[in-house]
């Protein structure tokens, strides 16, 4: 299967820090949901650069939109300002404002744990002296950086950094009293993910997060919404928090925001945002011109296809095709954030491989189960393409 191996050793060493495991494929092209290798082999991506390239590989709208902007103004730092930026920001308040009925202020950023660090120092500021802590669930997952990891709640994920920043708690994902009875003077905030993405594919009910907010409410805490991969259109509304009816006070977003361009954002309710002064915060690449086209252009793109709803129907017709498929036990996920459970006699990673090899990108999020995240643009027979490989390897009892 290797189309480019690396040796561990001579002028082709990898060149890469060892964090991630050998590479098995080099994809050296996209379009839409195909990708192709260096060999030329054909790929589907059912998985998006992880919920990130939503609009498809190589979208023209984002494309043309990056190289105008790359070609008239990349980059003038924060001490001036810039109309790119300054659009991507009023567009993402804009929707914010639709979805939650609130006007915010942005902080743009690089990526999702990026974003999160905004929140977790915009809940200590906000808290005040000795009112910082930040409850999250066991199996979130909010970056790696080393707030974002404490947020995390992977124990495991841990253990080789200790000591952990301070101020971070978890309980498990799903139960309101736990939740309640971790609240102390201490805590300023609720981190949470509306679906839990890394941890599986695991969606909060209405109940579970109606339930935080009320809790918010009634202790004066903050309840942020770790957005990074749920938003922009992925789960079949514009924001996961859509689904419960609830509006948040902060919310946190990357990856699909910007279809591979590297690009996050914190968005705050505008009293929240309001503790911030001068200084509190800042980054260099922070509303980069380039970055900031790269944004509005998949907000207008999505807004123009209507992403939600293409997520959502699409994501019924998916879901309703791997459910019928003989070794699939269930199917998790909202919209277009699926996961396929195989169920405990089967080794989700062989299936991954073999569908690899096959031209099918997928992801075993954990030990039994697929996660499924094509581009909303992906048309109805590549669904039907995917399915037919799945059900094929399963049908040949690969990992079992
Ligand atoms: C991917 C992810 C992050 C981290 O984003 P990076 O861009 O990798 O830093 C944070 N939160 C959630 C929910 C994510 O899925």
Redesign the pocket.
């Known amino acids: 299967m290797s189309a480019h191996a690396f040796s561990t050793a001579g002028a082709d060493y990898c060149p890469f820090m060892p964090v991630f495991g050998a590479p098995s494929v080099m994809f050296e092209r996209g379009s839409g949901t195909e990708l192709w290798d260096v060999t030329g082999k054909r790929y589907l991506d059912f998985l998006s650069g992880?919920?990130v390239v939503s609009l498809g590989h190589c979208n023209p709208a984002v494309s043309d939109a990056v190289t105008k902007q790359i070609n008239t103004l990349s980059h003038v730092s924060n001490f001036f300002a810039n109309p790119a930026a300054t659009k991507a920001a009023t567009d993402i308040n804009q929707l914010l404002h639709e979805t939650s009925g609130q006007w915010g202020q942005v902080f743009l950023c690089?990526?999702?744990?990026?974003?999160?660090e905004v929140a977790i120092k915009l809940a200590r500021k906000f808290g005040g002296r000795g009112r910082y802590g930040v409850v999250s669930a066991l199996g979130?997952?909010?970056?790696?950086?080393l707030a974002?990891l404490a947020a995390t709640g992977q124990p495991a994920k841990h253990e080789p950094f200790q000591p952990m920043p301070e101020g971070f708690r978890h309980v498990p994902y799903g139960d309101l009293g736990a939740l309640e009875a971790s609240i102390d003077p201490s805590v300023a905030a609720v981190l949470i993910?509306t679906v839990?993405?890394?941890g599986g594919v695991i969606p909060a009910t209405t109940e579970y997060l109606r339930g935080i907010r009320r809790l918010c409410d009634e202790r004066g805490l903050l309840m942020m919404i770790?957005?990074?991969?749920?938003g922009f259109a992925r789960t079949g509304e514009w924001f996961g928090f859509q689904h419960a009816g609830i509006a948040p006070d902060v919310v946190?977003m990357?990856?699909g925001i910007g279809n591979g361009f590297?690009v996050?954002a914190a968005w705050a309710r505008r009293d929240v945002a309001a503790v911030f002064q001068p200084g509190d915060h800042g980054s260099t690449y922070s509303g980069t011109a380039v970055a900031g086209a790269a944004v509005s252009a998949v907000i207008a793109e999505m807004r123009r296809i209507d992403a939600p709803t293409l997520a959502r129907e699409k994501g019924e017709y998916f879901a309703q095709k791997l459910v019928q498929i003989d070794g699939v036990e269930a199917v998790r996920g909202q919209g277009l954030l699926r996961a396929a459970e195989l169920g405990p006699g089967r080794d989700a990673k062989a299936v991954f491989t073999a569908l690899l090899e096959r031209g099918l990108v997928t992801n075993a999020v954990n030990a039994t189960s697929l996660r499924l995240a094509p581009p909303i643009t992906t048309p109805l027979e590549q669904f039907d393409e995917a399915v037919d490989l799945i059900a094929g390897v399963l049908a040949e009892g690969v990992g079992l």
């Open positions: 992880i919920a690089n990526s999702g744990a990026e974003a999160n979130s997952f909010h970056g790696r950086t974002a993910e839990q993405g890394e770790d957005e990074v991969q749920t946190t990357a990856k590297p996050g």
